[in-house]
């Protein structure tokens, strides 16, 4: 199994799993299949071993010769993080399919490393994202007993979803957190609790949709 800095353990996170199909890219069977999203013009649901995305060659076979394909969104990035680090990520680290737009995270300067998917029972044994998941809340407004029931109600597997990071140089992790609502500014369909969440708290809901630059999207795991 290739080693990837900026995600070390992609089977255990869900972006890989045990599979014996050939590669679309290198015809090999590496045991792994990657399950994370592309952003390409290749095939469609392109079966792709580690090896040819740690390599690069997954993002040159499935972009064109001017735009190689992303496996996350480079949107995001701090200006102080240089550009081969971005590049790392989107192009030579799997990503992960979260509910909404995915983004990695990043922090003294650099990328940080994706440890997964996590609810509150994970969170709680990260008291710093936890606290950041919260200030975030209570900065835009929301009641703190709201607040910490959201928070709670964080699952892994369930509708609203945290994905957990570890900065590589301080040791800080960050969580930034989604859920499988539709953005809605309306909201006329949904839960108040969730509807208040999406209009107020800060997140990705609220962000626009990302342009998709090409049709090979994976379904969430
Ligand atoms: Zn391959
Ligand atoms: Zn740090």
Redesign the pocket.
């Given at each position: 199994m290739p080693e990837f800095r900026y995600h070390p353990d992609p089977v255990a996170t869900g972006s890989a799993v045990p599979d014996d199909v050939r590669?679309s890219?290198?015809g090999?069977s590496?045991g792994v299949r990657y399950t994370g999203p592309v952003y390409g013009v290749g095939a469609d649901e392109p079966a792709?071993?580690l090896?040819?995305i740690a390599s690069g060659?997954?993002s040159r076979a499935l972009g064109t010769a001017e735009i190689p394909a992303d496996f996350t969104d480079a949107a995001g990035a701090p200006g102080e993080v240089p550009r081969a680090v971005v590049e790392e990520v989107t192009r030579r680290t799997p990503g992960f399919a979260g509910w909404q737009q995915e983004r990695w995270l990043y922090h003294c300067a650099d990328a940080a490393a994706f440890l997964g998917p996590a609810g509150f029972t994970e969170l709680v044994d990260h008291p710093e994202a936890l606290d950041e998941l919260r200030r975030g809340f209570l900065g835009s407004g929301w009641p703190a007993d709201q607040t910490d029931a959201f928070l709670r109600a964080l699952d892994r597997d369930g509708a609203a979803t945290a994905y957990l990071f570890r900065c590589l140089h301080c040791g800080t992790h960050l969580a930034y957190w989604d859920t499988a609502d539709t953005p809605s500014r309306t909201g006329a369909a949904r839960p108040r609790a969730a509807t208040a969440a999406a209009a107020r708290a800060p997140g990705p809901q609220r962000d626009a949709p990302r342009e998709q630059r090409g049709p090979v999207r994976h379904a969430r795991r």
């Open positions: 590669c890219v290198c090999s590496r792709l071993c090896h040819c060659e997954a």
